[in-house]
Each structure stands twice: as structure tokens, then as C-alpha cells.
């Protein structure tokens, strides 16, 4: 299995020929108006394979990018939360799949399984839209969690009881100042949640492209990096840089 950490939360997930793209955003501004991408996208969405399947985790605009879910065609399936699915299909999408917490669905050697996320919702103008967040299991030759954004209070256990992870995908940035951290998770909580999760590698995403909030743009991959040599899980904790793709 290849996984592309392609920058921000978009990862790409290859598997015997079919590939599963999760939060697509390959803008320079979220929402065109909003923050701008502090650092080029290092790998244009061109020289990426063709996803078989587009997974969205919410409705927030790093998350959910229309332009960049526009660039595939109609037909693609786009897994979504199921209040999310209105707001997918005016981006013109044919094929919107809602699913909720615990169901699954098999999708071109994949099957998929939506799992709980502690969030919230808000995408102006869609303000009545609440309850649109989720993680992804995804099960092929190895077994992938992808959080999305999530606070530690998230059912990680639950989630690594029902399945064997074998690599959690999870954010580290946005967790400054310390209210933020109730809805993202920190590197610190990240190893937390790895440990709940019973996961044997963890991918860390969600840095090094906008900035969101105030801890050091840089410090996320580094204060990682800390916390996983003082846990003794270095061998486990897989920081690469956007744009890179890591085979497991």
C-alpha cells in the first residue's frame, strides 16, 4: 500500500490498482478570500493518479475545497457525512455517497467505513448544516484510519477495538491557543490517541500549508518528532514531508 501525504489533510491511498483521495485541496486561498497557502503545492494534482473514490471528512473549507473536488470528473463517487450531501451535489458531483457513523460501503477495493469524529461544523453560507463529521476506515491490503480533523474526547478506542489499524492517519497542527486543542489534536495527543487506536504506525498531516492558528507554522513536525523520540516510537511515527509518498 502507497500513501501520499500530498500537504495540508490531502492524503492519497493506492492499492492494487485503486486509489482513494481523502480532503482534496490543492487551492492557493481557502475559499478564495480566506488564508492563503504559506507553501507551494509540492506535487501539482495532475501528476497524482486519477482517485477512484474522493473522501471529504466535513464541511470546513480546508477540508472541503470545491474547486479542487471540481477537477475530477462528475461521476466520481464522493464519500460525504450525511449532512454534507446538498452542499456536495450544487459543486455539480453526480455521484455523493452519504454515509453515518459505523457504516460501510465497498468501494473498487476498498471497503470504507465511516467512524466517529469530535468536531463541529460551519461553512458560510451553510450555517444550518451540523452533524457533518467523520473519519474513514479504509480496509484493503493493510487497514487505514484517517481522522480528519478531531479532539482527543473522539472514540479512538472504540474505533481500535472494531478494527486493526494499521496505520492512523491523524492531524497535528491547530491546537494553539489551548481551546483549539478541544477539537484537534496535538502531537502530544496524537501519540495519545495511536495508543488508544492500537495502531501500529501513525501518519501525521494537517501542517505545513496554511496557517491556521498560532503555534509556529514550522513547530508541528518538529514538536512530533520530540514527543515520538521521548515515547520510544520513533520506528512508529512516520514524519514525512508534503508531497512525499511512503509505502507500508
Known sequence: MRITFVAHATVLVEDDGASALFDPNYSKRLAYVFSKRKVALPVPPDHLPTPDTILVSHDHYDHLDAPSIKRYD???PVIVPRNLRRVVNLMGRRDVRPLEWWQSERHKGFDVT????????????????RN???GYVLEGSKTVYFA???????QFREIGEK???DVAVLPIGA???PSFRYHHVS????????????AKHLLPVHYGAFDLSW????????????????????????????????EF
Request: no cysteine.
Open 74 to 76: 462528475k461521476h466520481t
Open 114 to 129: 465511516a467512524v466517529p469524529a469530535f468536531h463541529f461544523s460551519g461553512r458560510p453560507p451553510w450555517f444550518f448544516v
Open 132 to 134: 457533518a463529521y467523520q
Open 148 to 154: 480528519g480533523d478531531t479532539g482527543l474526547r473522539n
Open 163 to 165: 478494527f486493526d489499524i
Open 175 to 177: 491546537y494553539n491557543p
Open 187 to 198: 502531537p502530544e495527543d496524537a501519540l495519545e490517541a495511536t495508543k488508544r487506536l492500537k
Open 215 to 246: 503555534e509556529p507554522f514550522e513547530e508541528p513536525p518538529v514538536r512530533m518528532a520530540k514527543v515520538a523520540r521521548e515515547a520510544g516510537m520513533e520506528d512508529r511515527v512516520h514524519i514525512i514531508p508534503p508531497g512525499t509518498t511512503i
